[in-house]
Protein backbone atom coordinates (compact mmCIF):
# COMPACT_ATOMS: atom_id res chain seq x y z
CA UNK A 1 0.00 0.00 0.00
CA UNK A 2 1.30 3.31 -1.15
CA UNK A 3 1.63 6.50 1.65
CA UNK A 4 -0.62 9.36 0.11
CA UNK A 5 -0.21 12.60 1.98
CA UNK A 6 -3.01 13.79 4.11
CA UNK A 7 -5.46 15.82 1.58
CA UNK A 8 -6.43 17.86 4.67
CA UNK A 9 -3.13 19.28 5.41
CA UNK A 10 -1.73 22.08 3.11
CA UNK A 11 1.56 22.49 4.83
CA UNK A 12 4.07 20.87 2.23
CA UNK A 13 6.01 18.15 3.03
CA UNK A 14 9.41 18.36 1.41
CA UNK A 15 10.64 14.80 2.50
CA UNK A 16 7.89 13.05 1.28
CA UNK A 17 9.15 14.97 -2.20
CA UNK A 18 12.65 14.56 -1.99
CA UNK A 19 12.69 11.30 -1.04
CA UNK A 20 9.47 9.18 -2.18
CA UNK A 21 8.80 11.49 -5.73
CA UNK A 22 11.88 12.79 -7.02
CA UNK A 23 13.47 9.50 -7.46
CA UNK A 24 10.58 8.11 -9.44
CA UNK A 25 11.11 11.48 -11.77
CA UNK A 26 14.82 11.67 -11.94
CA UNK A 27 14.82 7.85 -13.51
CA UNK A 28 11.43 8.31 -15.79
CA UNK A 29 13.49 11.71 -17.12
CA UNK A 30 16.70 11.29 -15.99
CA UNK A 31 17.11 15.37 -17.16
CA UNK A 32 15.61 16.11 -14.11
CA UNK A 33 18.40 14.24 -12.12
CA UNK A 34 19.95 17.57 -12.43
CA UNK A 35 17.29 19.82 -11.35
CA UNK A 36 16.06 20.58 -8.21
CA UNK A 37 12.53 22.57 -6.83
CA UNK A 38 13.19 26.04 -5.27
CA UNK A 39 10.03 26.40 -3.75
CA UNK A 40 6.66 24.56 -3.17
CA UNK A 41 3.15 25.72 -1.64
CA UNK A 42 0.17 23.54 -1.59
CA UNK A 43 -3.79 24.59 -1.84
CA UNK A 44 -6.97 23.26 -3.06
CA UNK A 45 -8.39 24.25 -6.47
CA UNK A 46 -11.84 24.23 -7.88
CA UNK A 47 -13.41 21.38 -9.67
CA UNK A 48 -17.08 20.50 -11.19
CA UNK A 49 -18.34 17.09 -8.55
CA UNK A 50 -21.04 16.85 -11.15
CA UNK A 51 -18.75 15.43 -13.78
CA UNK A 52 -15.49 17.17 -13.39
CA UNK A 53 -15.73 18.96 -16.24
CA UNK A 54 -16.02 23.26 -16.97
CA UNK A 55 -19.16 25.00 -16.10
CA UNK A 56 -19.54 27.97 -19.10
CA UNK A 57 -22.30 30.12 -20.00
CA UNK A 58 -25.28 32.19 -18.58
CA UNK A 59 -26.46 31.18 -14.86
CA UNK A 60 -29.97 29.62 -15.50
CA UNK A 61 -31.75 31.62 -12.33
CA UNK A 62 -29.76 34.46 -12.02
CA UNK A 63 -29.59 37.28 -14.64
CA UNK A 64 -26.53 38.61 -15.98
CA UNK A 65 -24.48 36.01 -14.30
CA UNK A 66 -22.28 34.53 -16.39
CA UNK A 67 -19.96 31.84 -14.84
CA UNK A 68 -16.66 30.35 -16.26
CA UNK A 69 -15.57 27.83 -13.60
CA UNK A 70 -14.77 24.25 -12.36
CA UNK A 71 -12.07 22.91 -14.65
CA UNK A 72 -10.58 20.68 -12.58
CA UNK A 73 -6.90 22.35 -12.54
CA UNK A 74 -7.06 22.67 -16.39
CA UNK A 75 -8.42 26.34 -15.99
CA UNK A 76 -4.36 27.78 -16.80
CA UNK A 77 -4.55 25.12 -20.31
CA UNK A 78 -8.37 25.90 -21.06
CA UNK A 79 -8.29 29.67 -20.23
CA UNK A 80 -7.61 31.54 -23.33
CA UNK A 81 -10.68 29.32 -24.99
CA UNK A 82 -12.95 29.96 -22.51
CA UNK A 83 -12.04 33.85 -21.99
CA UNK A 84 -12.93 33.67 -25.98
CA UNK A 85 -16.15 31.55 -25.72
CA UNK A 86 -17.54 33.70 -23.14
CA UNK A 87 -16.82 37.14 -24.07
CA UNK A 88 -18.46 36.23 -27.50
CA UNK A 89 -21.38 34.88 -25.75
CA UNK A 90 -21.36 38.11 -23.61
CA UNK A 91 -20.85 40.65 -26.56
CA UNK A 92 -22.43 38.93 -29.63
CA UNK A 93 -24.98 36.47 -27.76
CA UNK A 94 -23.95 33.06 -28.39
CA UNK A 95 -20.63 31.15 -28.88
CA UNK A 96 -18.66 31.87 -32.65
CA UNK A 97 -15.24 30.66 -32.86
CA UNK A 98 -15.99 27.10 -30.91
CA UNK A 99 -19.71 25.72 -30.19
CA UNK A 100 -19.13 24.91 -26.15
CA UNK A 101 -22.70 24.56 -25.22
CA UNK A 102 -21.79 21.04 -24.64
CA UNK A 103 -19.88 23.28 -21.20
CA UNK A 104 -23.73 24.60 -20.17
CA UNK A 105 -25.54 24.40 -17.74
CA UNK A 106 -28.27 22.18 -19.04
CA UNK A 107 -26.42 18.92 -18.66
CA UNK A 108 -26.19 19.89 -15.29
CA UNK A 109 -30.23 20.36 -14.56
CA UNK A 110 -30.85 17.28 -16.99
CA UNK A 111 -28.68 15.67 -15.01
CA UNK A 112 -26.71 14.28 -17.99
CA UNK A 113 -22.94 14.42 -16.97
CA UNK A 114 -20.42 15.01 -19.99
CA UNK A 115 -18.32 11.93 -19.90
CA UNK A 116 -14.70 12.01 -21.10
CA UNK A 117 -13.85 8.71 -21.72
CA UNK A 118 -9.97 9.55 -22.06
CA UNK A 119 -9.82 10.41 -18.03
Known amino acids: QEEEPDPSD???DDSFF???????????VPAFSSLRPR???????DYNSFDCNGVL???PKVENLLVVAGFSGHGLQHAPAAARAIAELLLKGSFLTI????????RISQGAPLQEKGV
Do not use: F, I
Open 10 to 12: LSV
Open 18 to 28: QERLWPLLSHR
Open 39 to 45: GSWAGYY
Open 57 to 59: GRH
Open 99 to 106: DLSRLGWS
